[in-house]
């Protein structure tokens, strides 16, 4: 079956313009994560949606960042008059129920340059 | 609050030899705990994962894990490393208190294999 996509696979941008990244999980999938990874740095967490839900958004940076998740499917996170801090690869997960006790299937990725 | 270590930034091993990555974690009970591996390019794959019962997982690819409780220990081995081994190997525990289920994972441990 299909796994978790992320478009744009790599996307370059000038600072202060507003960029969207798109996640799409796995079909039955109930909960989705958003993580950023930078160079040579671990997972760092951003949001996490249960359904269209958002009950934990403690990971997301700053009034820049925000995410949506419409029909329990699609997640589009959205960051705001980007910074050069904030280029980094952006990971889309899902999983069957709460990550903390289970598996998650992890997208590829997209790659955000900041100019 | 809840941690995981991965002490070792890179570990270089040659083709056939053994491997052991090590992953400590803090945890107030009992933990669940997982290990990630990312190619190149692409987002995370779970080879194992532990949540009760035997202490030696079995995963995909060959690696195994031995969860040591008196160590806080979840340290990930194979026998013989291939060349298409090398990538990103992550640790991580969850889920965390207060109810989010998100894991924490360690800053990664890169596998170099040489020829």
């Known amino acids: 079956g299909a796994g978790v996509s992320q478009s744009p696979s790599n996307k370059v941008t000038e600072k202060g313009k507003d960029v969207e990244l798109r996640c799409d999980p796995i079909s039955g999938h109930t909960a989705l994560y958003w993580y950023r990874q930078s160079l040579g740095q671990g997972l760092e967490f951003l949001i996490y949606?249960?359904?269209?839900?958002?009950?934990?958004k403690s990971g997301l940076p700053s009034d820049r960042f925000s995410a949506e998740r419409t029909g329990g499917s699609v997640s589009t996170l959205t960051i705001q008059r980007t910074q050069q801090e904030d280029s980094a690869v952006y990971l889309c997960a899902s999983s069957l129920a709460r990550a903390g006790y289970n598996e998650q299937f992890f997208g590829p990725g997209t790659r955000l340059t900041v100019l | 609050a809840q941690s995981v270590t991965q002490p070792d930034i890179h570990i270089t091993v040659s083709e056939g030899a053994s491997l052991e990555l090590r992953c400590n974690y803090s945890y107030g009970a009992t933990p669940y705990l997982f290990w990630y591996v990312q190619s190149p390019g692409q987002g995370l794959q779970l080879l194992l994962k532990y949540f009760s019962g035997d202490t030696l997982v079995q995963g995909i690819k060959g690696f195994e894990a031995e969860f040591k409780r008196s160590q806080s220990s979840f340290n990930l081995r194979k026998p013989s490393v291939h060349w298409s081994d090398a990538a990103e190997y992550f640790c991580a525990v969850g889920p965390q208190s207060g109810g989010s289920y998100i894991p924490t994972f360690g800053r990664g441990t890169s596998l170099i294999v040489h020829p």
């Open positions: 949606f249960q359904g269209n839900s958002a009950p934990d």
